[in-house]
């Protein structure tokens, strides 16, 4: 059970003035990152982790969870109003948003996506507080056989549901970052691999200017190569939603918000994953599947409620086991190491006052952000309006200026350059992103388990397959694989 009078404790720190000014203006400059296109929240925070190395820890965490909430609440604004969703978590959201702003509701759209938000982080906090204790002490009778399996687990059911219409391309992603990951010094006998007597190469690929790579320079791009110029719609209406839409949509929002925490605990799904399956799931349950694509209210509730519980979901493993659930929370955990927190199963004894004010930032987060979807739709929708060219060039001098800053090395800022443009040309073949950040995060951990099980069974491959917890992840991990692998072999044999 959760320590209530460290709960209250996080919470009195929480609300003092300084950690109120960093909450309120982190979770605004979410806000706008996660509304214009290109601007993920991975980037963002990827960005704020740079600027942050000064900050005492508890305030660089809390303005870190102020962005990443903001930011995948934001990319809301630009999928009703334009169709554009802002990030990947708001792909779903533009499904119903947008054809109720063409319906002349965009108001009323946006109300209800700002609430459904709310109420899906909500959902979130309460497992991710109620959740982290139990798997932590769970975790503790994790070892090295254990962890290669979880890593391994991780890659391939990201890979598998990151590109649901060919998983085999996010295989592909997933084990690129694996291999990129053993560049380096190995972590047992420090001897240096693939570093091709390269100096620079020999302490690994630095992981910031690697994600600010993948996703910042790959979407300026990505906006580059894309020359369409979106229009702002004009439509008005009520902002609040009525009582009567929150009591109607109860029962989805409880179920979106526990189908988006569980997607987020999931390694490297996130929170994009999050929002499809809280939608898929409020249409088997809806009374009116008809009108989802449409305009549904019902579907656009879901989808923000699915991928803003995602948040706190994938959450609960970085704290616990060390392992990213998304790809923001990918950088929040590189955070986390910076600012000397150590994620993993000893967190609740060694840091749980960490774990406390964490549940803590992100609730006034998401009490920031409802305020200020509420207050400032309208101030912040003018943003999208500054053209497009002038923002772009911004954006790139602080994707080098952050990559430098981490090390000030020159090497990080071609580091940033070679993973953006070798993740533009896989994103122009439709590989995704997620893997291969996973991987290239989970691969010291992958590499380091397997190498340490290996010593302690003197070679053998046995107790990664008997012992219990091992077991059950190797069978998962198999079963994955073949539940893919083998109607291919059917597809093909059925061809000849």
Same mark, same amino acid.
């Given at each position: 059970m959760p320590d209530f009078s460290a709960i209250l404790t996080a919470f009195s720190a929480a609300l003092s003035l300084e950690m109120m000014l960093i909450t309120i203006w982190a979770t605004i400059l979410g806000i706008v990152f996660g509304m214009l296109p290109g601007l993920t929240a991975t980037m963002g925070l990827a960005l704020l982790t740079t600027l942050t190395f000064k900050m005492e820890s508890v305030a660089a965490i809390t303005a870190l969870l102020g962005l990443y909430v903001g930011a995948i609440y934001g990319g809301s604004r630009t999928a009703i109003i334009l169709n554009m969703?802002?990030?990947?978590? @708001?792909?779903?959201?533009?499904?119903? +948003?947008?054809?109720?702003?063409?319906?002349?509701?965009?108001?009323?759209?946006?109300?209800?996506?700002t609430i459904g @938000?709310?109420? +899906? &982080?909500?959902?979130?906090?309460?497992? /991710?507080?109620?959740?982290?204790?139990?798997?932590?002490?769970?975790?503790?009778?994790?070892? =090295?056989?254990?962890?290669?399996?979880?890593?391994?687990?991780?890659?391939?059911? =990201?890979?598998?549901? &990151?590109? !649901?219409?060919?998983?085999? $391309?996010?295989?592909i992603a997933g084990f690129l970052g694996l291999i990129i990951a053993m560049i380096g010094q190995e972590q047992v006998f420090a001897y240096a691999r693939f570093s091709f007597d390269i100096k620079d190469l020999t302490g690994g690929v630095s992981l910031i200017p690697a994600m600010v790579g993948a996703f910042g320079l790959v979407e300026i791009l990505s906006s580059i190569s894309n020359s369409k110029t979106p229009k702002l719609s004009q439509n008005k209406g009520r902002l609040l939603p009525?009582?009567?839409?929150?009591? @109607?949509?109860?029962?989805?929002?409880?179920?979106?918000?526990?189908?988006?925490?569980?997607? +987020?605990?999931?390694?490297?799904?996130?929170?994009?994953?999050?929002?499809?399956?809280?939608?898929?799931?409020?249409?088997?349950?809806?009374?009116? $599947?008809?009108?989802?694509?449409?305009?549904? &209210?019902?579907?656009?509730?879901?989808?923000?409620?699915?991928? =803003?519980?995602?948040?706190?979901?994938?959450?609960?493993?970085?704290?616990?086991?060390?392992?990213?659930?998304?790809?923001?929370?990918?950088?929040? /955990?590189?955070a986390l190491v910076i600012h000397g927190v150590q994620p993993g199963p000893l967190i609740m004894l060694t840091g749980a006052d960490m774990v406390y004010s964490v549940v803590a930032a992100i609730v006034l987060a998401a009490v920031v952000m409802t305020i200020a979807g509420v207050l400032l739709t309208t101030p912040l929708l003018m943003v999208l309006r500054i053209p497009r060219e002038r923002l772009l060039p911004i954006i790139f001098v602080l994707c080098t200026v952050g990559a430098f800053a981490i090390a000030s090395r020159p090497f990080d800022?071609? &580091?940033?350059?070679?993973?953006?443009?070798?993740?533009?040309? /896989?994103?122009?073949?439709?590989?995704? !992103?997620?893997?291969?950040?996973?991987?290239?995060?989970?691969?010291?951990? /992958?590499?380091? @388990?397997?190498r340490r099980g290996l010593i302690l069974s003197e070679g053998s491959l046995e107790p990664f397959f008997t012992r219990p917890i091992s077991a059950v992840l190797a069978a998962a991990t198999i079963i994955s694989i073949l539940l893919l692998v083998l109607p291919l072999f059917r597809k093909q044999a059925a061809q000849r």
């Open positions: 969703p802002g990030t990947p978590a @708001s792909a779903a959201t533009s499904l119903d +948003g947008y054809p109720l702003a063409r319906q002349s509701r965009a108001r009323e759209a946006l109300g209800l996506a @938000s709310f109420f +899906g &982080t909500m959902v979130g906090v309460i497992l /991710l507080l109620f959740t982290a204790p139990i798997l932590a002490d769970y975790a503790l009778n994790f070892g =090295s056989y254990e962890f290669f399996w979880l890593a391994l687990f991780g890659v391939v059911i =990201s890979g598998r549901l &990151t590109a !649901m219409d060919d998983p085999l $391309k996010g295989w009525q009582a009567r839409d929150l009591t @109607s949509n109860a029962g989805t929002i409880g179920r979106s918000g526990l189908a988006g925490t569980l997607m +987020g605990l999931i390694p490297g799904v996130g929170e994009d994953i999050g929002a499809w399956v809280s939608y898929a799931i409020a249409k088997r349950f809806s009374r009116s $599947k008809e009108l989802f694509g449409k305009g549904s &209210t019902e579907g656009l509730i879901a989808a923000e409620t699915g991928n =803003s519980a995602a948040v706190p979901g994938a959450i609960i493993p970085v704290l616990t086991l060390a392992i990213p659930g998304s790809a923001p929370s990918a950088v929040l /955990l590189a800022v071609w &580091t940033m350059l070679a993973f953006g443009v070798i993740g533009f040309v /896989l994103k122009q073949l439709n590989f995704p !992103m997620a893997p291969l950040v996973l991987g290239l995060v989970l691969g010291e951990l /992958l590499d380091k @388990s397997l």
